[in-house]
Protein backbone atom coordinates (compact mmCIF):
# COMPACT_ATOMS: atom_id res chain seq x y z
CA UNK A 1 0.00 0.00 0.00
CA UNK A 2 1.93 2.98 -1.00
CA UNK A 3 0.72 4.90 -4.13
CA UNK A 4 -1.86 7.19 -4.58
CA UNK A 5 -5.54 5.83 -4.82
CA UNK A 6 -6.46 4.48 -8.32
CA UNK A 7 -10.21 4.09 -9.66
CA UNK A 8 -11.56 6.28 -6.66
CA UNK A 9 -12.78 9.64 -6.61
CA UNK A 10 -10.36 12.35 -5.01
CA UNK A 11 -10.51 12.31 -1.60
CA UNK A 12 -10.75 16.77 -0.21
CA UNK A 13 -7.97 18.04 1.29
CA UNK A 14 -8.68 18.97 5.08
CA UNK A 15 -6.64 21.78 6.64
CA UNK A 16 -6.19 23.24 10.07
CA UNK A 17 -4.36 25.33 11.59
CA UNK A 18 -1.92 24.98 15.32
CA UNK A 19 -1.54 27.90 17.41
CA UNK A 20 2.34 27.25 17.96
CA UNK A 21 3.02 26.99 21.83
CA UNK A 22 5.20 25.14 24.41
CA UNK A 23 7.40 23.17 21.98
CA UNK A 24 10.83 23.09 20.43
CA UNK A 25 9.11 24.09 16.94
CA UNK A 26 8.37 27.53 17.67
CA UNK A 27 11.35 30.24 17.58
CA UNK A 28 10.73 32.73 19.76
CA UNK A 29 14.37 34.20 18.93
CA UNK A 30 13.55 35.19 15.44
CA UNK A 31 12.91 38.69 14.75
CA UNK A 32 9.58 38.22 13.65
CA UNK A 33 8.27 36.03 16.36
CA UNK A 34 5.29 37.78 18.56
CA UNK A 35 3.76 36.91 21.50
CA UNK A 36 2.29 34.46 22.85
CA UNK A 37 -0.35 35.71 24.65
CA UNK A 38 -1.42 38.64 23.44
CA UNK A 39 -4.80 38.68 21.71
CA UNK A 40 -3.65 40.16 18.32
CA UNK A 41 -1.52 36.45 17.89
CA UNK A 42 -4.63 34.56 18.08
CA UNK A 43 -6.39 36.70 16.26
CA UNK A 44 -3.58 37.06 13.43
CA UNK A 45 -3.47 33.16 12.70
CA UNK A 46 -7.16 32.31 13.17
CA UNK A 47 -8.03 35.16 10.37
CA UNK A 48 -5.06 34.05 8.35
CA UNK A 49 -6.39 30.63 8.13
CA UNK A 50 -9.67 31.51 7.22
CA UNK A 51 -8.43 33.30 4.46
CA UNK A 52 -6.70 30.17 3.31
CA UNK A 53 -10.42 28.27 3.73
CA UNK A 54 -8.67 26.01 6.59
CA UNK A 55 -11.08 23.73 8.71
CA UNK A 56 -10.03 24.93 11.85
CA UNK A 57 -8.10 26.59 14.52
CA UNK A 58 -6.29 24.04 16.93
CA UNK A 59 -5.24 25.71 19.84
CA UNK A 60 -3.24 23.69 22.66
CA UNK A 61 -3.37 23.40 26.38
CA UNK A 62 -0.69 23.84 29.30
CA UNK A 63 -2.66 23.12 33.16
CA UNK A 64 1.58 23.38 34.25
CA UNK A 65 4.37 24.81 33.44
CA UNK A 66 7.17 22.53 32.91
CA UNK A 67 10.34 22.01 35.18
CA UNK A 68 13.37 21.33 34.54
CA UNK A 69 16.23 20.22 36.70
CA UNK A 70 13.88 22.00 39.38
CA UNK A 71 13.52 25.52 37.36
CA UNK A 72 10.70 26.28 34.98
CA UNK A 73 11.65 25.32 31.53
CA UNK A 74 12.61 28.04 29.27
CA UNK A 75 10.59 27.13 26.71
CA UNK A 76 7.41 27.88 29.21
CA UNK A 77 7.87 31.31 30.53
CA UNK A 78 5.57 33.33 27.92
CA UNK A 79 2.68 31.05 29.56
CA UNK A 80 -0.83 29.55 28.77
CA UNK A 81 -3.94 31.90 28.74
CA UNK A 82 -7.54 29.80 29.25
CA UNK A 83 -8.17 27.79 26.30
CA UNK A 84 -12.49 28.73 26.08
CA UNK A 85 -11.26 32.36 27.12
CA UNK A 86 -9.24 32.54 24.05
CA UNK A 87 -11.60 30.66 21.71
CA UNK A 88 -14.82 32.81 22.46
CA UNK A 89 -13.09 36.02 21.75
CA UNK A 90 -12.08 34.14 18.52
CA UNK A 91 -15.44 33.34 18.06
CA UNK A 92 -16.15 37.37 17.72
CA UNK A 93 -13.25 37.93 15.10
CA UNK A 94 -13.96 35.53 12.32
CA UNK A 95 -16.61 33.89 10.64
CA UNK A 96 -16.28 30.66 9.45
CA UNK A 97 -13.32 28.81 10.75
CA UNK A 98 -13.79 25.94 13.40
CA UNK A 99 -12.24 26.64 16.88
CA UNK A 100 -10.79 23.96 18.56
CA UNK A 101 -9.20 23.55 21.87
CA UNK A 102 -8.01 20.59 24.18
CA UNK A 103 -9.66 20.63 27.28
CA UNK A 104 -8.63 17.62 29.93
CA UNK A 105 -10.97 15.31 30.79
CA UNK A 106 -9.07 13.90 34.17
CA UNK A 107 -8.85 17.50 35.99
CA UNK A 108 -12.57 18.59 34.57
CA UNK A 109 -16.14 17.86 35.34
CA UNK A 110 -18.38 16.84 32.38
CA UNK A 111 -21.47 19.31 33.37
CA UNK A 112 -19.13 22.28 33.51
CA UNK A 113 -17.02 21.27 29.84
CA UNK A 114 -20.85 20.32 28.02
CA UNK A 115 -22.00 23.80 29.42
CA UNK A 116 -18.76 25.37 28.21
CA UNK A 117 -18.55 23.77 24.68
CA UNK A 118 -22.23 24.22 24.14
CA UNK A 119 -21.80 28.12 24.82
CA UNK A 120 -19.16 28.36 22.46
CA UNK A 121 -21.30 26.66 19.82
CA UNK A 122 -23.92 28.92 20.25
CA UNK A 123 -21.59 32.02 20.34
CA UNK A 124 -19.85 30.80 16.98
CA UNK A 125 -22.26 29.44 15.42
CA UNK A 126 -21.61 25.75 14.83
CA UNK A 127 -18.12 26.06 15.26
CA UNK A 128 -16.87 24.46 18.33
CA UNK A 129 -14.60 21.11 18.70
CA UNK A 130 -12.91 19.76 21.30
CA UNK A 131 -10.18 17.82 21.38
CA UNK A 132 -10.62 15.42 24.18
CA UNK A 133 -7.31 14.27 26.25
CA UNK A 134 -6.24 12.55 29.33
CA UNK A 135 -3.61 12.41 32.14
CA UNK A 136 -2.30 10.34 35.19
CA UNK A 137 0.37 13.21 36.07
CA UNK A 138 0.40 14.03 39.70
CA UNK A 139 2.82 16.94 38.93
CA UNK A 140 -0.15 18.87 36.55
CA UNK A 141 -2.48 16.96 39.45
CA UNK A 142 -0.95 19.31 41.90
CA UNK A 143 -2.70 22.30 40.77
CA UNK A 144 -6.17 20.82 41.13
CA UNK A 145 -7.86 19.77 44.84
CA UNK A 146 -7.86 16.26 44.54
CA UNK A 147 -4.40 16.78 42.45
CA UNK A 148 -2.71 13.22 40.83
CA UNK A 149 -5.73 10.88 41.83
CA UNK A 150 -5.96 8.89 39.28
CA UNK A 151 -3.88 5.75 37.97
CA UNK A 152 -2.21 6.14 34.49
CA UNK A 153 -4.77 2.28 33.52
CA UNK A 154 -7.95 4.82 34.33
CA UNK A 155 -6.92 7.89 32.63
CA UNK A 156 -9.38 6.59 29.80
CA UNK A 157 -11.87 4.75 31.79
CA UNK A 158 -12.29 7.93 33.28
CA UNK A 159 -12.69 9.54 29.97
CA UNK A 160 -15.14 7.33 28.08
CA UNK A 161 -16.92 8.31 31.15
CA UNK A 162 -16.30 11.53 31.17
CA UNK A 163 -17.63 11.75 27.57
CA UNK A 164 -21.05 9.82 28.09
CA UNK A 165 -21.96 12.70 30.69
CA UNK A 166 -21.35 15.28 28.55
CA UNK A 167 -23.44 13.70 25.98
CA UNK A 168 -26.41 13.42 27.74
CA UNK A 169 -25.85 16.72 29.19
CA UNK A 170 -25.71 17.99 24.98
CA UNK A 171 -29.10 15.83 24.33
CA UNK A 172 -31.10 16.31 27.54
CA UNK A 173 -33.09 19.48 25.55
CA UNK A 174 -35.32 18.34 23.04
CA UNK A 175 -36.40 20.00 19.96
CA UNK A 176 -39.01 22.57 20.58
CA UNK A 177 -38.15 22.93 24.24
CA UNK A 178 -37.63 26.90 23.66
CA UNK A 179 -40.85 28.42 23.03
CA UNK A 180 -41.66 31.60 21.96
CA UNK A 181 -44.73 33.70 22.50
CA UNK A 182 -45.63 36.74 21.78
CA UNK A 183 -47.00 38.29 24.56
CA UNK A 184 -44.95 35.99 27.47
CA UNK A 185 -41.41 36.22 25.61
CA UNK A 186 -39.48 33.47 25.28
CA UNK A 187 -39.88 30.38 27.70
CA UNK A 188 -38.84 26.94 28.46
CA UNK A 189 -41.37 23.78 28.40
CA UNK A 190 -40.25 21.60 30.72
CA UNK A 191 -42.04 18.24 29.26
CA UNK A 192 -38.71 18.71 27.48
CA UNK A 193 -36.16 18.74 28.97
CA UNK A 194 -34.35 15.45 30.48
CA UNK A 195 -32.43 15.54 33.71
CA UNK A 196 -29.04 13.78 33.77
CA UNK A 197 -28.95 10.85 36.12
CA UNK A 198 -25.58 8.99 35.88
CA UNK A 199 -24.21 7.12 38.47
CA UNK A 200 -20.43 4.92 37.90
CA UNK A 201 -17.19 4.33 39.37
CA UNK A 202 -15.79 8.09 38.36
CA UNK A 203 -19.08 10.41 38.46
CA UNK A 204 -22.35 10.20 40.23
CA UNK A 205 -24.17 13.13 38.56
CA UNK A 206 -27.80 14.81 38.58
CA UNK A 207 -29.02 17.44 37.20
CA UNK A 208 -29.64 19.36 34.41
CA UNK A 209 -28.00 21.27 31.48
CA UNK A 210 -28.58 24.90 31.88
CA UNK A 211 -29.06 25.57 27.77
CA UNK A 212 -29.87 23.82 24.86
CA UNK A 213 -27.19 21.89 22.72
CA UNK A 214 -25.37 23.90 20.34
CA UNK A 215 -25.80 24.64 16.33
CA UNK A 216 -24.18 21.48 15.94
CA UNK A 217 -25.60 19.11 18.69
CA UNK A 218 -22.34 17.72 19.73
CA UNK A 219 -19.05 20.12 19.47
CA UNK A 220 -16.90 18.10 16.81
CA UNK A 221 -14.65 15.64 19.12
CA UNK A 222 -10.87 15.25 18.39
CA UNK A 223 -8.85 13.01 20.05
CA UNK A 224 -4.58 12.74 20.38
CA UNK A 225 -3.30 9.32 21.67
CA UNK A 226 -1.25 6.76 20.07
CA UNK A 227 -1.32 3.87 22.77
CA UNK A 228 -3.59 0.94 22.05
CA UNK A 229 -6.39 2.30 24.64
CA UNK A 230 -6.04 5.61 23.08
CA UNK A 231 -6.19 4.58 19.38
CA UNK A 232 -9.67 2.29 20.81
CA UNK A 233 -11.15 5.40 22.35
CA UNK A 234 -10.60 7.56 19.64
CA UNK A 235 -12.03 4.79 17.04
CA UNK A 236 -14.94 4.68 19.06
CA UNK A 237 -15.85 8.70 20.08
CA UNK A 238 -13.51 10.88 17.74
CA UNK A 239 -14.61 12.55 14.65
CA UNK A 240 -11.07 13.47 14.44
CA UNK A 241 -7.51 12.05 15.40
CA UNK A 242 -4.33 14.59 15.50
CA UNK A 243 -1.42 12.22 15.34
CA UNK A 244 1.84 12.83 15.35
CA UNK A 245 2.51 9.81 12.28
CA UNK A 246 5.39 11.20 9.75
CA UNK A 247 6.19 9.29 6.93
CA UNK A 248 3.71 8.18 4.20
CA UNK A 249 4.02 4.46 5.26
CA UNK A 250 3.62 5.15 8.69
CA UNK A 251 0.72 6.95 8.10
CA UNK A 252 -0.71 4.65 5.67
CA UNK A 253 -0.58 1.79 9.05
CA UNK A 254 -1.86 3.99 11.33
CA UNK A 255 -4.70 5.06 8.93
CA UNK A 256 -5.60 1.26 8.15
CA UNK A 257 -5.34 0.63 11.87
CA UNK A 258 -7.72 3.42 13.06
CA UNK A 259 -10.42 2.87 10.00
CA UNK A 260 -10.47 -0.58 10.61
CA UNK A 261 -10.88 0.04 14.40
CA UNK A 262 -14.10 2.55 13.56
CA UNK A 263 -15.39 -0.35 11.21
CA UNK A 264 -15.76 -2.76 13.93
CA UNK A 265 -17.32 -0.84 16.32
CA UNK A 266 -20.10 0.22 14.04
CA UNK A 267 -18.83 3.08 12.82
CA UNK A 268 -18.27 4.57 8.74
CA UNK A 269 -14.55 5.01 8.98
CA UNK A 270 -15.47 7.74 6.22
CA UNK A 271 -16.45 9.94 9.42
CA UNK A 272 -13.30 9.40 11.22
CA UNK A 273 -10.89 12.13 9.89
CA UNK A 274 -6.88 11.40 10.37
CA UNK A 275 -5.06 14.84 10.94
CA UNK A 276 -0.67 14.39 11.23
CA UNK A 277 0.76 17.03 12.51
CA UNK A 278 3.21 18.80 9.90
CA UNK A 279 5.33 21.73 9.41
CA UNK A 280 6.43 23.21 6.42
CA UNK A 281 9.51 25.62 4.85
CA UNK A 282 8.62 27.34 1.56
CA UNK A 283 11.69 28.53 -1.07
CA UNK A 284 11.62 29.82 -4.46
CA UNK A 285 13.68 26.39 -5.45
CA UNK A 286 14.06 23.18 -3.38
CA UNK A 287 17.66 24.19 -2.64
CA UNK A 288 16.71 27.54 -0.75
CA UNK A 289 13.88 25.38 0.84
CA UNK A 290 16.32 22.91 2.53
CA UNK A 291 18.60 25.71 3.04
CA UNK A 292 16.39 27.63 5.22
CA UNK A 293 14.91 24.29 6.64
CA UNK A 294 18.01 23.51 7.96
CA UNK A 295 18.68 27.36 9.59
CA UNK A 296 15.54 26.89 11.58
CA UNK A 297 16.24 23.72 12.64
CA UNK A 298 19.27 24.95 14.71
CA UNK A 299 17.37 27.95 15.39
CA UNK A 300 14.61 25.57 17.11
CA UNK A 301 17.75 23.37 18.86
CA UNK A 302 19.55 25.48 20.21
CA UNK A 303 22.56 23.64 22.15
CA UNK A 304 21.76 24.17 25.27
CA UNK A 305 18.15 23.01 24.40
CA UNK A 306 19.56 19.61 23.16
CA UNK A 307 21.17 18.87 26.18
CA UNK A 308 18.11 19.57 28.18
CA UNK A 309 16.21 17.47 25.70
CA UNK A 310 19.06 14.59 26.22
CA UNK A 311 18.24 14.98 29.90
CA UNK A 312 14.88 14.10 29.55
CA UNK A 313 16.01 10.73 28.54
CA UNK A 314 18.85 10.14 30.34
CA UNK A 315 16.93 11.52 33.61
CA UNK A 316 20.02 13.42 34.87
CA UNK A 317 22.19 16.06 34.81
CA UNK A 318 24.62 16.44 31.45
CA UNK A 319 25.77 20.39 31.39
CA UNK A 320 28.77 18.98 31.21
CA UNK A 321 28.53 17.29 27.77
CA UNK A 322 29.34 19.44 24.22
CA UNK A 323 26.17 19.26 22.10
CA UNK A 324 28.29 19.24 19.56
CA UNK A 325 30.00 15.88 20.88
CA UNK A 326 29.05 12.31 21.26
CA UNK A 327 25.99 11.02 23.13
CA UNK A 328 26.83 9.86 26.83
CA UNK A 329 28.34 5.92 27.00
CA UNK A 330 26.12 5.10 30.08
CA UNK A 331 22.59 4.18 30.66
CA UNK A 332 19.74 6.24 32.00
CA UNK A 333 18.08 6.69 35.32
CA UNK A 334 15.09 4.89 34.58
CA UNK A 335 12.76 6.56 37.35
CA UNK A 336 13.82 9.81 37.43
CA UNK A 337 12.36 13.17 38.16
CA UNK A 338 14.49 15.28 36.13
CA UNK A 339 12.05 16.72 34.44
CA UNK A 340 7.93 16.88 35.56
CA UNK A 341 5.54 18.27 32.98
CA UNK A 342 6.36 15.93 30.50
CA UNK A 343 6.13 12.23 29.11
CA UNK A 344 8.89 10.18 29.22
CA UNK A 345 8.00 7.54 26.39
CA UNK A 346 8.81 4.19 26.29
CA UNK A 347 11.73 2.55 28.39
CA UNK A 348 14.72 5.12 28.61
CA UNK A 349 17.03 3.11 28.23
CA UNK A 350 15.97 1.22 25.10
CA UNK A 351 15.40 4.91 23.52
CA UNK A 352 19.14 5.63 24.67
CA UNK A 353 19.81 2.22 22.94
CA UNK A 354 18.76 3.63 19.72
CA UNK A 355 19.73 7.46 20.04
CA UNK A 356 22.95 6.03 20.04
CA UNK A 357 22.84 3.51 17.32
CA UNK A 358 21.47 5.92 15.00
CA UNK A 359 24.09 8.57 16.18
CA UNK A 360 26.73 6.02 15.28
CA UNK A 361 25.05 5.11 11.99
CA UNK A 362 25.21 8.65 10.45
CA UNK A 363 27.70 10.03 12.49
CA UNK A 364 25.59 12.93 14.57
CA UNK A 365 26.54 15.15 17.10
CA UNK A 366 24.35 15.11 20.16
CA UNK A 367 22.45 18.60 18.63
CA UNK A 368 22.47 17.02 15.18
CA UNK A 369 20.83 13.99 16.68
CA UNK A 370 18.04 15.78 18.97
CA UNK A 371 17.38 17.18 15.70
CA UNK A 372 16.76 14.45 14.03
CA UNK A 373 14.68 12.82 16.50
CA UNK A 374 12.87 15.70 16.98
CA UNK A 375 11.61 16.69 13.91
CA UNK A 376 7.59 16.33 12.92
CA UNK A 377 6.76 16.13 9.52
CA UNK A 378 7.92 18.58 7.43
CA UNK A 379 6.85 19.58 3.68
CA UNK A 380 10.41 21.16 2.31
CA UNK A 381 10.29 22.76 -0.89
CA UNK A 382 8.60 25.33 -3.51
CA UNK A 383 5.12 25.73 -3.10
CA UNK A 384 4.49 23.92 -6.34
CA UNK A 385 6.72 20.50 -4.90
CA UNK A 386 5.23 21.00 -1.27
CA UNK A 387 1.92 20.75 -2.74
CA UNK A 388 2.01 17.79 -4.37
CA UNK A 389 3.28 16.43 -1.61
CA UNK A 390 0.30 16.80 0.52
CA UNK A 391 -1.87 16.16 -1.98
CA UNK A 392 0.07 12.43 -2.09
CA UNK A 393 -0.47 11.96 1.32
CA UNK A 394 -3.78 12.47 1.18
CA UNK A 395 -4.93 10.32 -2.24
CA UNK A 396 -2.56 7.47 -0.63
CA UNK A 397 -4.38 6.87 2.18
CA UNK A 398 -2.21 8.33 4.46
CA UNK A 399 -4.48 10.61 6.01
CA UNK A 400 -7.73 13.15 5.60
CA UNK A 401 -5.92 16.30 6.12
CA UNK A 402 -2.86 17.81 7.71
CA UNK A 403 -2.50 20.42 10.75
CA UNK A 404 0.08 22.80 10.55
CA UNK A 405 2.25 23.83 13.14
CA UNK A 406 3.96 27.22 11.81
CA UNK A 407 7.83 27.88 13.55
CA UNK A 408 6.60 31.33 13.86
CA UNK A 409 4.13 33.38 16.17
CA UNK A 410 1.35 35.10 14.73
CA UNK A 411 2.67 35.39 11.05
CA UNK A 412 4.24 31.60 10.45
CA UNK A 413 0.94 31.08 8.33
CA UNK A 414 0.92 33.91 6.28
CA UNK A 415 3.15 32.55 3.02
CA UNK A 416 1.46 28.71 2.74
CA UNK A 417 -1.54 30.55 2.78
CA UNK A 418 -0.69 32.99 0.04
CA UNK A 419 1.62 30.83 -2.09
CA UNK A 420 0.16 27.02 -1.50
CA UNK A 421 -3.19 27.15 -0.96
CA UNK A 422 -3.86 28.52 -4.51
CA UNK A 423 -1.98 25.54 -6.07
CA UNK A 424 -4.09 22.94 -3.94
CA UNK A 425 -7.35 24.75 -5.55
CA UNK A 426 -5.79 24.42 -8.59
CA UNK A 427 -5.33 20.70 -8.42
CA UNK A 428 -9.24 20.24 -7.62
CA UNK A 429 -9.15 18.75 -3.90
CA UNK A 430 -9.34 21.96 -2.21
CA UNK A 431 -11.95 24.26 -1.22
CA UNK A 432 -12.21 27.47 -2.96
CA UNK A 433 -14.81 28.65 -0.49
CA UNK A 434 -16.54 27.82 2.24
CA UNK A 435 -19.97 25.85 1.36
CA UNK A 436 -21.08 25.24 4.94
CA UNK A 437 -21.57 27.36 8.05
CA UNK A 438 -20.30 24.73 11.04
CA UNK A 439 -17.31 22.70 11.58
CA UNK A 440 -19.48 19.37 10.34
CA UNK A 441 -19.98 21.05 7.61
CA UNK A 442 -15.98 22.15 6.90
CA UNK A 443 -15.28 18.27 7.69
CA UNK A 444 -18.48 16.17 5.97
CA UNK A 445 -19.57 15.53 9.37
CA UNK A 446 -23.73 17.10 8.60
CA UNK A 447 -24.63 15.52 11.75
CA UNK A 448 -23.35 14.88 15.62
CA UNK A 449 -21.44 11.88 16.33
CA UNK A 450 -23.89 10.45 18.75
CA UNK A 451 -26.45 10.14 15.46
CA UNK A 452 -23.41 8.42 13.34
CA UNK A 453 -22.78 5.28 15.37
Not at 174 to 183: C, K, Y
Not at 339 to 364: C, F, I, M, W
Amino acid sequence: MSGVREGKQRKPIHLAAHFPGVNNTTVWTDPDAGSQIEFASFEHLARTAERGLFDFFFLAEGLRLREHRGRIYDLDVVGRPDTFTVLAALAGVTDRIGLTGTINTTFNEPFEVARQFASLDHLSGGRAGWNMVTSSDAFTGANFRRGGFLDHADRYARAEEFLAVARQFWDSWEAGAVLAEADAGVYVDPDRIRSVSHSGPQFDVRGFATLPAGPQGHPVLLQAGDSNDGRAFGARNADALFTLHSSLEDGQRYYADVKGRAASYGRDPDRLKVFPAATFVIGDTDAEAHDRARHIRYQQVSGATAIAMLEQVWGRELSGYDPDGPLPDFDPVVDSTITQGRVRHGDPVAVARRYRERASAENLSIRELVIAVTSRQQFVGTPGRIADEIDRYIQADACDGFILVPHLTPRGLDEFVDRVVPLLQERGAFRTEYTGETLRDHLGLSESAAHAR
